[in-house]
């Protein structure tokens, strides 16, 4: 089996109802939030996106591939006229002892490459939008996480505060947009490797 969250990143994007196979993955879920983990069969599933509670005219529908034994988040990107599905794998990998890992995802229509600073040094350098880094193992610790254009110290966003903790996996998710509301924003969930283990 495989383990699927659905995550809403369109910023212009009402709730909406996400069906796989007309298997319901996600009911009413706004902007900026995910569901948790699904267990699915490995295999290719016709995703549709339709309005909360509405059945037809979808916003869009892809055929999307989960392969077994798959830990995943199904993003949905880009603005409304545009909307996308992207699977970002969440890979199983080892932590170093006392450390965790993190990455960072370029979920920002129209925004530029950026720069991801993790108190004053350069994490991830360059990432551009739907971009998705490898993880990296830091150690644990509260963090201000910045981000800022790329090869440059212009500051898009400043996020203070964030503790990271040992011996998990985090994802940074840039959503939002640069100069429009809803702004830019970082989501930082605790990503499911962390804690399934598909081979069971």
Do not use: W
């Amino acid at each position: 089996m495989s383990n699927i969250r659905i995550l809403n990143a369109s910023p212009d994007a009402p709730a909406v109802d996400v069906l796989a196979n007309d298997m319901l993955l996600a009911q009413n879920l706004s902007y900026r939030n995910f569901t948790d983990y699904l267990e699915v069969a490995p295999g290719t599933y016709n995703v549709r996106v339709y309005p909360a509670g509405n059945r037809t005219n979808p916003f869009t529908t892809a055929d999307i591939t989960i392969p077994p034994q798959t830990i995943a988040t199904l993003a949905l990107v880009g603005r409304l006229q545009d909307l996308a599905l992207q699977l970002i794998p969440d890979p199983k990998e080892s932590i170093p002892p006392g450390q965790l890992k993190l990455r960072f995802a370029h979920l920002s229509p129209f925004t530029a490459n950026v720069d991801v600073i993790l108190n004053n040094f350069r994490l991830f350098n360059n990432v551009g939008y739907r971009e998705v880094t490898d993880y990296l193992a830091i150690d644990p610790g509260t963090y201000t996480l910045q981000l800022k254009l790329a090869s440059s110290d212009e500051v898009m966003l400043t996020v203070p505060n964030q503790n990271l903790t040992a011996g998990k996996f985090f994802t940074a998710y840039l959503v939002g947009l640069v100069g429009c509301t809803p702004g830019l924003q970082l989501l930082l969930p605790l990503d499911g490797n962390t804690y399934i283990n598909p081979d069971e």
